[in-house]
């Protein structure tokens, strides 16, 4: 007697794909009914629109800085084409432009190694990098030779963040409510005025960051001059010249949640990231509405994974939001501990997804020539430019959002492959969790190298040739029984390339529970 197609289906088994969780790491959602495009832990591996891929390693610009933890990295980039890369740790300024061992010493003799920094240039093309750190004043590099600028009127040695808006230069100003700005347009010295927002500032605390923000990507008569206190009150004005009532005046007051750290502003596109105890929020979605709709955050998705972030490692150096372009990448470094195991949670700006990284030791960001570089226990290095962490293997861990799939009944998985593109052989491990539960189905990786042929070296029909990006599907057998599954899938690899595209994913149906 020919059987039933369901007889058959429960005898081999019901194939169903699923995506990879290119919807990024969910901590919001309820695990019973989140997408399958979602992950309940993604950590290392990057959404990209069509896939998700291991993230990229790095490589050491500069191996040997004698002071310590790098704290500031900063970029020097002048219209005549001359850019520079400066690191700060201890009491002294580092040239690591070029990738060497030992950086040289550019400048020393300060208090600390926090600066925070602006790019200025006037209009008779004279390009500057300005910082200060709360402590030495205003400093600065012209292209050739570090130096401080005279300022009167007020002790610049207490400036503690610097901006610029409208060609004018500002800052904030240690213990203190007040906004300081240099009275000459294009100036980098001289007399300096202040704006005192004590009397609007209802809840106290300090000036703890100001940036510029425009609402059409460009320089128009609609920008803006945003202002945040250390108790999370945003203060915003219109205009152009602050000296004056008829061409300066306030826009509004918002109490938003507390900054995570000076450098808690971050430009993207024709907006402004804050980086905020509660999340990371554009500024134009944040003053236009309030936050009792937590939907408008960037960070919705991972609203709990920040919160339990911010109240665990506030008080710790290295809060730091950034956007690089040319990834298309948001990150948000978090100082889990100084220097060595911090993390750092990724958004994709394109898809909003969501990730986190681990195994970088970085206390700064900072984007120099279009690429990506980090400071950090005696070292920079440059992120995302190598498929290893100098030199070591990187490990991926995903853990895919439950699924019931067609069938709603009780199952029993057996088979798994998950498609990956790959150069290489990483080493990987597949399993499933059921009904809910959080147990280690996954082995412990150790990762072993396949040497590829080199041209003109190595032996014709003996050597592995390397190459594109090849299909790897690999049948794997799996122990599990319920209701509902969750992939897991863990990688290992130094120098591949790996991506995961989707999962096919075989089951009995009406397993006994």
């Known amino acids: 007697m020919l059987k039933s197609l369901a007889q058959r289906r429960r005898q081999n088994g019901i194939v169903e794909s699923l995506p990879a969780p290119i919807g990024g790491w969910n901590t919001k959602d309820p695990i019973a009914r989140m997408d399958a495009r979602y992950?309940?832990?993604?950590?290392?591996?990057?959404?990209?629109?069509?896939?998700?891929?291991?993230?990229?390693?790095?490589?050491?610009?500069?191996?040997?800085?004698?002071?310590?933890?790098?704290?500031?990295?900063?970029?020097?980039?002048?219209?005549?084409?001359?850019?520079?890369?400066?690191?700060?740790a201890g009491g002294a300024i580092y040239n690591c432009t070029q990738a060497t061992a030992t950086a040289s010493v550019a400048a020393s003799g300060f208090a600390n190694a926090r600066w925070e920094h602006t790019n200025f240039t006037n209009t008779g093309g004279t390009s500057y990098l300005l910082c200060v750190n709360g402590a030495n004043g205003l400093r600065s590099f012209d292209g050739s030779a570090w130096g401080q600028q005279a300022i009167s009127g007020t002790t610049a040695s207490e400036f503690t963040?610097?901006?610029?808006?409208?060609?004018?230069?500002?800052?904030?100003?240690?213990?203190?409510?007040?906004?300081?700005?240099?009275?000459?347009?294009?100036?980098?010295?001289?007399?300096?005025?202040?704006?005192?927002?004590?009397?609007?500032c209802r809840l106290g605390g300090e000036l703890m960051a100001i940036t510029g923000w425009t609402l059409d990507a460009g320089e128009g008569v609609d920008d803006y001059w945003a202002a945040v206190s250390s108790q999370g009150e945003i203060i915003v004005y219109k205009g152009t010249d602050p000296s004056a009532a008829s061409?300066?005046?306030?826009?509004?007051?918002?109490?938003?949640?507390?900054?995570?750290?000076?450098?808690?502003?971050?430009?993207?596109?024709?907006?402004?990231?804050?980086?905020?105890?509660?999340?990371?929020?554009?500024?134009?979605?944040?003053l236009s509405t309030d936050r009792t709709r937590p939907t408008l955050a960037l960070s919705?998705?991972?609203?709990?994974?920040?919160?339990?972030?911010?109240?665990?490692?506030?008080?710790?150096?290295?809060?730091?939001?950034?956007?690089?372009?040319?990834?298309?990448?948001?990150?948000?470094?978090?100082?889990?501990?100084?220097?060595?195991?911090?993390?750092?949670?990724?958004?994709?700006?394109?898809?909003?997804?969501?990730c986190y990284f681990t195994g970088i030791g970085s206390n700064c960001f900072e984007v120099y020539q279009g690429n990506l570089y980090f400071g950090g226990n005696g070292l920079v290095s440059r992120?995302?430019?190598?498929?290893?962490?100098?030199?070591?293997?990187?490990?991926?861990?995903?853990?895919?959002?439950?699924?019931?799939?067609?069938?709603?009944?009780?199952?029993?998985?057996?088979?798994?492959?998950?498609?990956?593109?790959?150069?290489?052989?990483?080493?990987?491990?597949?399993?499933?969790?059921?009904?809910?539960a959080d147990d280690n189905v996954?082995?412990?990786?150790?990762?072993?190298?396949?040497?590829?042929?080199?041209?003109?070296?190595?032996?014709?029909?003996?050597?592995?040739?390397?190459?594109?990006?090849?299909?790897?599907?690999?049948?794997?057998?799996?122990?599990?029984?319920?209701?509902?599954?969750?992939?897991?899938?863990?990688?290992?690899?130094?120098?591949?390339?790996?991506?995961w595209s989707a999962t096919d994913i075989v089951y009995k149906p009406g397993a006994v529970l």
């Open 39 to 88: 992950a309940l832990d993604m950590e290392n591996w990057f959404p990209l629109p069509a896939d998700v891929m291991l993230r990229q390693g790095f490589s050491d610009q500069v191996t040997v800085i004698p002071n310590g933890q790098v704290e500031s990295l900063m970029a020097y980039s002048a219209p005549s084409g001359t850019e520079a890369l400066y690191g700060a």
């Open 161 to 200: 963040s610097i901006t610029q808006h409208k060609r004018r230069l500002w800052f904030t100003k240690d213990n203190t409510l007040e906004a300081w700005y240099l009275q000459t347009v294009d100036a980098i010295a001289g007399t300096a005025s202040r704006i005192d927002l004590s009397a609007f």
């Open 442 to 499: 996954l082995s412990t990786l150790t990762f072993s190298p396949t040497s590829y042929g080199v041209w003109d070296t190595a032996t014709w029909d003996n050597g592995i040739w390397g190459g594109g990006l090849n299909v790897n599907r690999n049948w794997q057998g799996l122990s599990g029984t319920g209701f509902c599954a969750a992939p897991r899938l863990r990688v290992q690899s130094s120098g591949i390339e790996v991506h």
């Open 247 to 286: 061409t300066w005046a306030m826009v509004g007051r918002w109490e938003v949640g507390k900054p995570m750290s000076r450098r808690c502003f971050a430009k993207f596109g024709g907006d402004v990231l804050y980086l905020a105890e509660d999340g990371i929020w554009p500024l134009a979605a944040l």
């Open 300 to 354: 919705d998705k991972i609203v709990d994974a920040i919160r339990s972030a911010s109240a665990s490692y506030r008080s710790n150096f290295g809060w730091q939001i950034l956007f690089w372009p040319r990834q298309t990448m948001v990150l948000t470094n978090i100082p889990v501990n100084t220097g060595s195991s911090q993390r750092q949670y990724a958004m994709n700006s394109l898809t909003k997804a969501w």
């Open 383 to 436: 992120f995302w430019n190598t498929f290893a962490d100098d030199g070591n293997a990187i490990t991926g861990d995903v853990k895919q959002a439950f699924h019931y799939f067609k069938y709603r009944g009780g199952k029993q998985f057996t088979m798994a492959r998950p498609i990956l593109q790959t150069n290489g052989a990483p080493a990987t491990s597949f399993g499933v969790n059921t009904d809910f």
